[in-house]
């Protein structure tokens, strides 16, 4: 594990591209140790000249959709083109030990023994959103070590997926023909947050049923409200098995990060999220300052009890805490 005496060292063999020095790195950003805590601060203080550069991309979509065996086929061609690939693949956490279930390495055997990419399996920590709180945090580690594209896949489990897209650039959604699917994914609200839509399995016998799926996803994004003035959400469809398609998915990525970078959305959108990072976590910091002081607890809790046996309604309630945090903390 990193300390005082090694940081220097870490940001060092980091910045050389070091696959070791990346891991050690995260394993201290995602530590809740306080003592950790101030090392991983003073970490990201030192790389913060160093990001910044790579394309981020946002990966989901329902389970069965193929992510995974979409992310080995989409990473090695990028390998192929030149280019160093980092995935940071957020898991379900285990109930028991609070790590990854998943194991997405074992899916992605091909792109997890190329030495130009990065795995990295990340526990959701049971975060809202289908995302740990730390990935934005990983991403800047990932271009720090000169890795050209940072992939987010999440865990694609039901409407909450769509958090991904607050710390990427561009956000793909990955969906599967038949079975209504096209039906959810626009009822869920894909429609309006992804930059690009892509239909996998394409091939075979569901040929003709991801025509219909395309078909039915364009047709709706032309009344749907489009996040960006300047972008208009892309629908395609690839074959991950029989890797066709998918450099022109690449392409997309692409002109989609040269319509942005022109017109100057993307560093406003990095700005917007980082700030709305630091925001949550200010919120998220207040709660737990204010769940240390014991008054507060006895006091809240109280409260909650009575509420539960309907001695106060709810809006009482909360009048009260109102009360009792402005008269002991914010009084003038």
Request: hydrophobic share 40%; net charge neutral.
């Amino acid at each position: 594990m990193i300390n005082e005496q090694t940081l220097d060292e870490c940001v060092r063999r980091l910045r050389a591209s070091d696959r070791v020095a990346l891991a050690q790195a995260m394993t201290l950003v995602e530590s809740q140790l306080s003592r950790h805590q101030r090392l991983s601060q003073h970490l990201l203080d030192m790389i913060m000249p160093e990001t910044g550069k790579a394309i981020r991309i946002g990966i989901t979509g329902t389970p069965g959709a193929g992510k995974s065996t979409f992310l080995n086929t989409f990473g090695m061609m990028l390998v192929d083109f030149g280019k160093r690939v980092a995935v940071i693949a957020v898991d379900p956490s285990s109930p028991l030990s609070g790590g990854s279930l998943l194991g997405d390495k074992t899916r992605m055997t091909e792109l997890a023994r190329a030495d130009a990419a990065f795995i990295r399996p990340v526990p959701s920590g049971g975060a809202t959103g289908g995302i740990s709180p730390h990935v934005g945090e990983l991403i800047l580690l990932c271009e720090a070590a000169n890795y050209d594209v940072v992939i987010v896949e999440t865990v694609g489990v039901g409407q909450s997926e769509t958090e991904v897209a607050g710390v990427v650039d561009c956000f793909v959604s990955l969906q599967i023909a038949g079975g209504g699917d096209e039906l959810q994914g626009i009822k869920k609200g894909i429609m309006e947050m992804a930059d690009i839509i892509v239909i996998n399995k394409d091939d075979g016998d569901n040929r003709a049923a991801v025509a219909i799926a395309r078909q039915i996803y364009d047709s709706a994004l032309a009344i749907v409200r489009h996040k960006y003035p300047q972008w208009r959400p892309a629908v395609l469809s690839c074959s991950a098995l029989e890797k066709h398609g998918i450099e022109e998915v690449w392409q997309t990525i692409v002109h989609f990060y040269d319509v942005m970078t022109k017109s100057g959305r993307l560093q406003l959108l990095r700005q917007q999220q980082t700030v709305a990072w630091l925001r949550k976590q200010v919120e998220e910091e207040a709660m737990r300052q204010l769940y240390a002081h014991r008054a507060f607890r006895e006091d809240f809790n109280q409260t909650l009890d009575e509420v539960k046996n309907q001695q106060q309604a709810p809006r009482t309630g909360l009048q009260h805490i109102r009360e009792y945090l402005q008269h002991h903390y914010f009084a003038k």
